[in-house]
Every structure is written in C-alpha cells, then in structure tokens.
C-alpha cells in the first residue's frame, strides 16, 4: 500500500511549551498531565483524533520546555486543554504555550 502524499495528509503542528511549577518535573509527569487533563477536556474520541505527542527528545528538564506535536484542525481546543493544567505530578504548576510552528526547526530557533 502506498503512503499518502503530502498533499493529502493531515497537517500538523508542533507547541513549544514551558513548565512553571515549585518543584523541577520529570518526562513523565508531564505526560501524564497532558494525557489526563486530554482526556477530562476533549474526550477519548477527540484526544484520540488530535494525535498529539510529546516529543521526548526535544524535552530540556534542566530548562523545563518540550515540544508537542499535534493536528492542526485541534491546535485551539488543545490549547485549551492545556491552559487548564494546574498541577503536574504533585506539584503545582502549569504550561504556559511559548510558540507554535509548523517544524520543529523553527521551534528550536526561537
């Protein structure tokens, strides 16, 4: 089977994001908050069909930022969802939206 062409896939879009929180949070944390707070917002059919993904190699614990990857037709309503993060792990905290690009390499300029 053929892949499709670029033409026809879906768009994606990709979300610098920086944690504030008291305490340094890890990977998962992180993941885990997005995932759940995902699934309370959207739903599981919505967060299913917006695909998002934390990209684990663009996230700097030292500097608490990270990259997502996400469809461009559910950037909004996943802001959204993001924008009521208020605890990450046990800590209390939220992700404030840096930037938003359609390549990572533009992300990693800024």
Known sequence: MKPLPPSIR?????????????????????????????LNYLGSEKTGKANHWLIKNQFDK???????????????????????IDEIGDKNGFIEIQSVSGSIKKLKND
């Open 62 to 84: 030292d500097r608490q930022t990270g990259i997502i990857k996400i469809r461009k037709s559910f950037l909004n309503n996943f802001r959204s969802s993001l924008a009521i």
């Open 10 to 38: 879906e768009k994606k879009r990709y979300l610098k994001f920086k944690i504030h929180a008291e305490k340094d949070v890890g990977f998962g944390e992180v993941a885990d908050a997005i995932w759940d707070t995902s």
